[in-house]
């Protein structure tokens, strides 16, 4: 089993920036790709971008493409999404998974609570 647990949400002001941290634990983490997904109110959950675990290679969704940086300390078990020129639109839960290098997020297995990102104006 594999837990994921994010961390780092909050409210921060429009163009500004914010760390999201996904720390994982449990069984053969380091074997999964991650990625992140976010959730705003009333909408369908959207890939946001995704970190292969051998290559390190990543691939972002197209909105938040130049604004946003996926990296991760394999010695922590754990994965950073970099959020800069944050947009009132960026506003969502955001959530980690682990699975295999993927934008569908029903590909993935594991799944963290999620954190909340309120963006304002």
């Known amino acids: 089993q594999v837990q994921l647990v994010e961390s780092g949400g909050g409210l921060v002001q429009a163009g500004g920036s914010r760390r999201l941290s996904c720390a994982a634990s449990?069984?053969?983490?380091?074997?999964?790709?991650r990625g992140w997904f976010r959730q705003a109110p009333g909408k369908e959950r959207e890939f946001v971008g995704a970190?292969?675990?051998?290559?390190?290679?990543?691939y972002y969704a197209d909105p938040v493409k130049g604004r946003f940086t996926i990296s991760r300390d394999n010695a922590k078990n754990t994965v950073y999404l970099q959020m800069n020129s944050l947009k009132p639109e960026d506003t969502a839960v955001y959530y980690c998974?682990?699975?295999?290098?993927?934008?569908?997020?029903?590909?993935?297995?594991?799944w963290g609570q999620g954190t909340q990102v309120t963006v304002s104006s």
């Open positions: 970190i292969t675990r051998s290559t390190n290679s990543t």
């Open positions: 998974a682990a699975g295999p290098p993927s934008s569908r997020w029903s590909e993935y297995a594991y």
């Open positions: 449990g069984r053969i983490v380091s074997a999964y790709s």
